[in-house]
């Protein structure tokens, strides 16, 4: 299974985006999902993720986040998706999925096993 994110790009202070994660050869399965971002000469840093509990889903969130950024998923679809709003110049990074080893939420890097390139995320001043 490999793992692809999209949607990232250029917006100004205040704006939206919306970054996609697909699975493709195969299925996220019964796996939590989880947003990380990077921004220039910083560590990887949590941003979301969802877990896989049947009916309803669990989301985390940072907090420098909370209330700005949504998580979704669609089992069907096999995507991910990370709804951006308010967005911050703070905010620039490059946002990475992945696919976490257990079906419960991490905010743990290294509880992931399966990353995707990442998508350049800009947001200007």
């Known amino acids: 299974v490999q793992l692809q994110a999209s949607g990232g790009g250029l917006v100004q202070t205040g704006g939206s985006l919306r970054l996609s994660c697909a699975a493709s050869?195969?299925?996220?399965?019964?796996?939590?999902v989880g947003w990380f971002r990077q921004a220039p000469g910083k560590g990887r840093e949590f941003v979301a993720a969802t877990s896989w509990r049947g009916p309803g889903d669990i989301t985390k969130y940072a907090d420098s986040v909370k209330g700005r950024f949504t998580i979704s998923r669609d089992n069907a679809k096999n995507t991910v998706s990370l709804q951006m709003n308010s967005l911050k110049p703070e905010d620039t990074a490059v946002y990475h999925c992945a696919r976490s080893r257990g079906a419960s939420v991490q905010t743990r890097a290294d509880q992931y096993v399966q990353w995707g390139q990442g998508t350049l995320v800009t947001v200007s001043s």
């Open positions: 050869g195969g299925t996220f399965g019964m796996y939590a």
